[in-house]
């Protein structure tokens, strides 16, 4: 049917505004992250200040813990308050903390405010993901929401590049700068989506009552596993088991950090086009199988380094898989909430694994800590669902 001259500039207005509420949640996205979880990069500089490894994976580890406590807060105040001033006041809280940390006198000081940073920055995570439900169709939803993935590749891409060659006030004036300035442009450009009809979520009660987002819960915790081990471990294993400079290492592994970001584009492409997230996640995580397995069998070789870079790319690909098929199964009215749950179950995980890899690295070395993570992918097989998931899409 023919659009009139008003409803066509209409419809594409539309389709402006969208995508520019999609690039600016991406940009908070990639501000949260970069501290959230790129603060691996930092650990080198935390070595030099007299910490050692265990030490300085706690407090790389530090922001998820923060973020355990508020995710699901952060969730249901989205789910009722909407998307743009929960992202704003979250945003601009971490950057203010962040900035208060160059003055922190030690470790514990220092772990304090990754702690509360990481608390206040949880809010991206489920407002970013609850506008793409909004604003997108069911059709281009999981290339959406693979765009908005990719935010967490880039941020730690950033972090990559900028935080081996900085000291730790310099790291944090730039992390908290990003924030800040990504706080304003938030509050300056996204809008809330208009509120949707009540869907089959909602009509049917809470979406937990079945197993499935249950089910989806447990295998991307589980797959956080080896993604976590290759992210925080990899420039220590390149530095120490390989001699590569510290530099030279953070600008190939931001490459890698790209690539993953181009991953999750495929990976939602993909699932549009069979009308399926849950299909390519299984096929992925077999994938992250096999390439940890040939991490830990070449540990000490020169393939190991291809490996590690393919394993860096595999590992971050389906998350937004899980996340697509987490809100729509939830529906709008419970999405915030639901995907503050997944981010509670992916963090919890994400914060265990750095200082248990950490221990199992100095007992059995790194090509154990790399075997280990094989279990989890091959795991995660078995629990995702496997019927279509149908209840709150619309």
Do not use: K
Not at 9 to 21: K, Q, S
Not at 40 to 67: E, K, N, S
Not at 178 to 190: P, R, W
């Amino acid at each position: 049917m023919l659009r009139s001259s008003g409803e066509s500039t209409e419809f594409v207005n539309a389709g402006r505004r969208r995508w520019a509420v999609l690039v600016i949640g991406m940009v908070a996205m990639t501000a949260g992250c970069a501290f959230q979880f790129g603060l691996a990069y930092l650990i080198p500089a935390l070595m030099a200040d007299g910490l050692t490894l265990a030490q300085a994976g706690l407090l790389a580890a530090a922001p998820t813990v923060g973020l355990l406590a508020t995710l699901i807060a952060w969730g249901a105040a989205a789910d009722r308050w909407g998307e743009r001033w929960v992202l704003t006041i979250g945003l601009a809280t971490a950057g203010v903390i962040l900035l208060a940390g160059i003055a922190a006198g030690g470790p514990v000081a220092l772990g304090v405010c990754f702690l509360l940073a990481g608390a206040a920055g949880a809010a991206v995570h489920a407002s970013s993901g609850r506008l793409i439900l909004g604003w997108f169709a069911a059709h281009e939803r999981g290339l959406a929401m693979g765009l908005r993935q990719t935010a967490q590749p880039l941020g730690v891409a950033v972090a990559a590049l900028v935080l081996p060659s900085l000291a730790r006030p310099a790291a944090l004036l730039f992390l908290g700068a990003f924030c800040l300035v990504a706080a304003a442009l938030v509050a300056i450009v996204v809008r809330n989506p208009e509120a949707a009809p009540a869907t089959a979520g909602t009509a049917t009660g809470s979406p937990y009552r079945t197993p499935v987002l249950w089910r989806l819960h447990a295998a991307s915790a589980l797959l956080i596993v080896p993604q976590f081990t290759v992210a925080t471990f990899a420039l220590v294993f390149l530095v120490e088991r390989h001699a590569w400079e510290p530099s030279a290492a953070g600008r190939v592994l931001a490459a890698g950090q790209i690539a993953g970001a181009l991953a999750r584009l495929g990976a939602g492409w993909w699932s549009d086009r069979v009308r399926s997230r849950t299909r390519p996640m299984r096929i992925v995580a077999l994938g992250i199988a096999l390439v940890m397995a040939l991490l830990a069998a070449g540990a000490t070789t020169s393939v190991a380094v291809a490996a590690l870079l393919v394993a860096g790319v595999l590992s971050v690909s389906p998350n937004g898989l899980a996340f697509t098929a987490v809100a729509e199964y939830a529906g709008r009215a419970w999405a915030g909430r639901a995907l503050g749950v997944q981010n509670t179950a992916q963090n919890a995980v994400a914060a265990l694994t750095p200082p248990i890899m950490a221990a199992v690295i100095g007992t059995g070395g790194y090509r154990v800590a790399f075997a280990a993570a094989i279990v989890f992918p091959l795991l995660a097989t078995v629990v995702i669902p496997g019927a279509p998931l149908s209840q709150g899409t619309s």
